[in-house]
Each structure stands twice: as structure tokens, then as C-alpha cells.
């Protein structure tokens, strides 16, 4: 009962969107958390972005002249990355973040369509939450020769003088780009309103990606004279997602990825599929047990759509992977990157998922099935043990003496054991009557002997001196085949009853005065009497008397 109830009433499906929720809740609370390190703590470089804008003002000054001519190397590039490096060691330390750029916008392809070299600073930090003072974790990656020696740093075993951007590394490239693309397609947009999270990228070219926010510098005029930024190590991003806790299991993943447009792309406001169509997301990082069959190197994309209960499914054609997306609001309303949808995603197996309803489910109706086997058992067996005693007390019932005390062993049946007390003091109630009948008859000065057959059940019961009056003891014609010990305990049958008196018959005469009635003369005792049969036509019983 209990089983259909739970499965009637949709308790298990209860349970499964109850999971799913907490499933779902866990992802929001990692993506809140990484969208507030981004947005409070690596992507604030606003002041920093100013600071540099300003020294670069005094430096076009000083150099007389302006960001139009800037070509790589010049002096006045040299300069502007000098002035800036003491404010981006600042700002890297404030927003500890994996390491922080500037790149000087020299003549040359403002866009990735052509390689181009520009001079810039780019400094390394590998220890970010620590601070030393000696600025010993830190290492140069990009910066002119002539700026080396002052900062007293370390070189990256990558070290360049210059940036260099190649054309084939496409959008690997837009945290330099996208910015400066931006800055002329919004000339009246302050800096910090123009701020870009870029796809990771190896800036070092040490094998290690890093996701970068970059916002474009402009002088007092408005004149974009360079990029400036910081990057995050995105070991370092994904490390902020244990995947153990979406399950027990391990199978569970976190998935950093780009939600693309779907079909209704104006309702996407949450990173999640919106209808019946699927939404394609680009992975850019992922951590777990079961993000790897879903995504393949230079492909990594993945649809994923809402089934019938609003949950979010990713398209596999091996297992049944439900997942839920949140969206990182990294941008103001007035950025132009505001509809760009970072999503976490978290993955995993239905049958993880929902392990907890499953195993509630399936040990209900193994209990349901134990039930029934049990119950089907245990009245096959009581119906064997019933019927057992039943024809226990039946064969007593049959084989009982009908001289004999009436006694029926227990059954440890309560309705049985109940009539076979009502038995036993019936025949107690019966045999005291036949007892009483005897006593009075024994008081009377004739004597009397009986008995009465029943046709039914073959039995026979004797009263009174029913032998005695006879003479058995010593009559000359008494029929061998008779067992005398029978006939003293009264339990002589009909058949031996029968040949006793057919022996008596010479004897016998029947009565003038009286029907079924004969007079038998008995010479060896020289005793006359008289011998009554009677029947009991319902009943069928036949009754004799012997007086």
C-alpha cells in the first residue's frame, strides 16, 4: 500500500525535483562565487586604468607627441610602458590576480586579421595570494630591455621585449582587439565601460591558460593609446569547483563555458535553454567525472534543452546527463558585451542524480514483492498446518470409541480446541444420562438389558445386563467366533450381535400379544425372556431390550 502510495501520489518524483534543486543550487552557489571574485575583485582595475592614463598624458607631453604616431620600440612607447609598471605591480597585488599587461597600440593591423608586434609590459605573479616584499614571485614575461633593468625583475623563461600577435591565434588575440574595437565603436564610452572578458589564452606561452579582462586607455583627448589588463590562471578559476559535492559518486562536473545564442535568445537571460530547441554552449574548461565524452579538442561544444519538467539535458547518445546553467553577470547595462552569456554548468548522470529516489523507489518495491512472497508463504503454510489439524481432529473424531470416554488431543487451533471441548461435554452430558438411566434401572426388581444400533455409523451401544439376562457364560451353543472380551467390555459389533442371537433362535418364539417382540426360553438357566426390537425410522437407529 505504501509502495502505490508513494508512486500515486508522485512522492519519488517529489524526491527527484527535490534533488535537482539542491543539485541546482549548488551550481548557483559556485557561480555566484567566482562571479563575485570577477566582478569585485580581478575585473576592478578602474583606478589602475586611470592612474596610467594619466601618466601617459605627461609622457606624450614630455615626448611631444601623440598616440597616432607610436611605432614599436620608439622612445615614447618605451616610456609609457615605464610609467606604467609600478602602477600595474600595484594593481596585480591589489587584485591578486595571475598576472597583469599593457600593450602600447602601435601603428600596425589594429585587428587579428594581420600579425602585428607592439610594445608592452606583461609581469607573471605564480604565488597570488601571497604578497613578498621583495616582489620575488614575480616574473616579467613581455618588456623592453630598457625597462628591465629598473624593475629588478625576474625574467619569464619566455621573456620578449615585444607582444606579438599572429593572425592564426584568432580569437585567442581579442583581449587585445576587442577592446580597441570597442574603445572607436563607443569614442564617447569611459574606459571601465568598455571592459572585456576574453576567451583563455597562453600569454606567456608556458602551456598555461588564463582567462584576461581588458579595458581600452585613451588620453584626455579620447585618443585609445593602448590595452590594459589582468589574467587568472584558469586552473586557478576551475580549482574553485569541487566536483565531489554535486554527488557521492565522483561522476559529477563543473563545466566553465560560453552559452551561444538559441533560438529565442532574447528569453536567455539565465544561460539555461529556452523552448524546445537546444542550446549550444562552447566548454571552456571542465572539471569531473563525466564532462570528458561530451566534448572533443578543437570542438568543444555541446547542445543541451529543457525535457518536459524544466530540467536541463545535454545531448549524449551513451547516458542520460542532466545539467543546470547559471549566468555570470559580468557586465553593466551599458556595456556591449552584456548579452555575452559566461555560464557555469554543472553535469551529471540521472542515475546519480537521482540515486537517493531510485534507491527509495527499488527498495519499496522489492519490500512490496518481499511482502507478497512472504504473505503467499506464510498462507500457503498456515493453510498447510490448518488443514493438518483439521484432519487431525476429523480421523480422532472418527476412530473415537463409542463406549469409550470421549477425549480429543489439543490442536492449538482456538476454534477447533473449542469444539472439541463442546464434544467432550456433550458425551459427558450424555454418558451421565446413560449412567443415571442405569442406576434407576438397577433399582427396579426386573431386570432389564439393551441396546441401540446405528445404521449410519455401524455403532453399537449396550446397557443394563443385556449379556447377563442371555446367560452367555455358559450357553452350549455360544458361536466360537465370538471374542468374549468384546462382548464383556460392551464393544461387541452388529455382525457378532447378529450370529449370537441367530444362535438363541431354537429358543425364541415370537410373542401373541406383541409385534418384533419373541420370548426366549433359556434351558440351562431356566430363565424366560422377553426380546423388543423397535426402529427409529428418521434417525435409523434400532433399538433392542431384553427383559
Sequence with gaps: IYYFGLAHTGSVQQMEADSYSLFAGRVTSRA????????????????????????????????????ATLTTGDAASVALVDASADTLI????????????????????????????????????????????NNSDLLLGRCPSAVVKRLNLALDSNWAPNCQF??????????????????????????????????????????????????PLKTAGGEVFGVFGIEVALDRVMALFPYEELDSRGTGSYLFAIARPG??????????????????????????????????????????????????????SSKDM?????????????????????????????????????WLSRSLLLSFAASVVVGLAFAVLMGVVLTARFSSFMQQVRNRRPNGEVEFSPTKVLELDELAGAIEALSADVASSASRLGQIMSLSNR?????????????????????????????????????????????????????????????????????????????????????????????????????
Design 447 to 547: 431386570r432389564i438389558g439393551a441396546f441401540e444400533y446405528d445404521m449410519n455409523t455401524k455403532a453399537i451401544f449396550y446397557a443394563g445386563s443385556f449379556f447377563e439376562l442371555l446367560g452367555v457364560d455358559d450357553f452350549p451353543d455360544f458361536p466360537a467366533d465370538i471374542d468374549r472380551a468384546c462382548m464383556d467390555a460392551g464393544t461387541l459389533d452388529a455382525a457378532s450381535l447378529k450370529r449370537l442371537l441367530e444362535a438363541y433362535g431354537s429358543f425364541m418364539q415370537p410373542s401373541a400379544d406383541r409385534a418384533s417382540t419373541w420370548i426366549i426360553d433359556i434351558p440351562h438357566t431356566q430363565r424366560i425372556v422377553r426380546f423388543c426390537l423397535t426402529d427409529g425410522e428418521e434417525a435409523r437407529h434400532v433399538f433392542g431390550l431384553l427383559e
Design 166 to 215: 599572429v593572425a592564426s591565434d584568432g580569437l585567442e588575440n581579442n583581449f587585445y582587439y576587442e577592446p580597441l574595437r570597442a574603445a572607436a565603436q563607443h569614442p564617447e564610452a569611459q574606459s571601465t565601460d568598455l571592459g572585456y572578458w576574453a576567451r583563455p589564452h597562453d600569454f606567456a606561452d608556458n602551456g598555461q591558460a588564463s582567462i584576461t579582462y581588458s579595458v
Design 322 to 358: 542532466l545539467a543546470y546553467a547559471n549566468k555570470l553577470s559580468l557586465y553593466g547595462e551599458n556595456s556591449p558585451y552584456v548579452k555575452d552569456s559566461w555560464v557555469i554548468v554543472g553535469l551529471d548522470t540521472r542515475q546519480a542524480l537521482f540515486s537517493s529516489a531510485q
Design 90 to 133: 600595484e594593481c596585480l597585488r591589489s587584485t591578486e590576480a595571475s598576472g597583469a599587461f599593457f600593450v602600447v597600440k602601435n601603428k600596425g593591423p589594429a585587428n587579428p586579421e594581420g600579425d602585428s608586434t607592439q610594445t608592452g609590459l606583461y609581469v607573471r605573479d605564480f604565488n597570488p595570494t601571497e604578497n613578498y616584499g
Design 32 to 67: 555566484e562565487y567566482l562571479e563575485n571574485l570577477m566582478v569585485q575583485r580581478w575585473s576592478n582595475i578602474g583606478a589602475a586604468a586611470a592612474t596610467i592614463e594619466r601618466s601617459a598624458d605627461k609622457v606624450l607631453a614630455q615626448q611631444g607627441t601623440t598616440p
Design 263 to 316: 533560438s529565442d535568445a532574447a528569453l536567455e537571460d539565465e544561460g539555461l535553454p529556452v523552448g524546445d530547441g537546444p542550446r549550444t554552449y562552447e566548454m571552456l574548461d571542465g572539471r569531473g567525472g563525466s564532462y570528458g565524452p561530451y566534448t572533443s579538442t578543437g570542438n568543444p561544444l555541446f547542445d543541451a534543452r529543457l525535457d518536459e519538467a524544466g530540467r536541463m539535458h545535454v545531448d549524449s
